[in-house]
């Protein structure tokens, strides 16, 4: 099954003229909320489910390539605060007043530091299997992120290089994406693995890694070197409401570090999956999307025409299908 295709792909110009890729789904006039991949992802990591919720629901929903992969201009933010500015400057392109937010794992702290820096824009926040701060003082204990920072001095030091020979390493396997792909659904958790074995799911996973990896791959280094930094905000100071779902069984986001997150943020819930690993909430699409426009204020239910910042919009592709 072919996953439903972006109704619009384009580039906006945001600060510096670096640019930011963008896909849309859904309806074009809809409440706009923006999915933000995960570690390594791009624009077009929106599950199935959450394409055709979007067009059921009236929502215009919105992935983004970070700087370093898809369209995006390569670009290390001195942290996840910084990335906020960046998201301004697209919704303000797009002409979007008030918008949700979901972000898959490494998209979570994005998803935060949106909220933390935009409180009058953004209605609410969704985090799946997000990443908790590994430096700082709400740092959480543990975890796949916490062993990585130790390795964050040689990282900075070697980022660009090693983002090259992640991209030489991707593309080379380009020609067996299909049987890597298989290789590494069987030996994932079983959460993963009900996941990974359905044909829409393999064919949409596919379709985002090669086509955002067509120019670079070096935003999940990126990731990697913001993970290790502290966040630059505070959780216990988001005021918008954010709602977490975390598997039971993630093997890379220990289920501890996702109470610890919801117990920080003051307006905060945490939604447990029985038996399901790091990748298992994507299955969750329709109920996420619920759970934002439920947040959404009657006031904020109209597009809300902004004051544009000089901010340039290129669209690329306006054709299904593309």
């Not at 995006?72 to 400057?89: E, N, R």
């Not at 109920?287 to 109209?302: F, G």
Request: with cysteine; charged share 20%.
């Amino acid at each position: 099954m072919k996953p439903k295709p972006p109704r619009i792909e384009g580039t906006v110009t945001v600060h510096d003229g670096r640019k930011l890729g963008f896909a849309e789904f859904g309806v074009p006039h809809g409440k706009p909320v923006f999915w933000l991949h995960g570690t390594p992802g791009a624009r077009r990591q929106i599950p199935p489910e959450a394409r055709v919720a979007a067009a059921i629901r009236g929502v215009r929903l919105i992935g983004i390539d970070r700087p370093g992969v898809g369209d995006s201009t390569a670009h290390l933010y001195p942290s996840f605060l910084a990335w906020a500015a960046d998201v301004a400057a697209l919704a303000d392109a797009l002409g979007l007043g008030r918008f949700g937010l979901v972000g898959l794992s490494g998209g979570g702290p994005y998803v935060l530091a949106c909220a933390h820096a935009f409180p009058e824009r953004v209605v609410a926040g969704a985090v799946l299997g997000g990443v908790a701060p590994a430096k700082g003082p709400e740092a959480a204990p543990g975890g796949l992120v916490l062993l990585a920072s130790h390795l964050e001095p040689l990282v900075r030091a070697l980022h660009e290089p090693i983002g090259i020979m992640l991209t030489a390493f991707v593309w080379a396997l380009r020609p067996l994406s299909s049987q890597v792909f298989n290789l590494f659904a069987r030996v994932s958790p079983p959460g993963d693995r009900a996941v990974f074995t359905r044909p829409e799911m393999k064919a949409f996973f596919l379709d985002d890694l090669l086509h955002g990896s067509r120019w670079g791959l070096r935003a999940p280094v990126y990731d990697l070197l913001l993970f290790s930094r502290p966040w630059g905000f505070r959780l216990r100071d988001i005021r918008v409401p954010i709602r977490f779902w975390h598997g039971d069984s993630d093997h890379l986001v220990p289920l501890a570090h996702a109470h610890h997150q919801a117990d920080l943020v003051p307006d905060s819930q945490l939604r447990v999956r029985p038996g399901e690993s790091h990748l298992g909430t994507l299955a969750a699409a329709e109920e996420i999307l619920d759970a934002i426009l439920a947040l959404w204020p009657r006031s904020a239910s109209k597009l809300t025409d902004v004051a544009k910042r000089p901010a340039r919009l290129r669209r690329s592709s306006q054709q299904r299908g593309a």
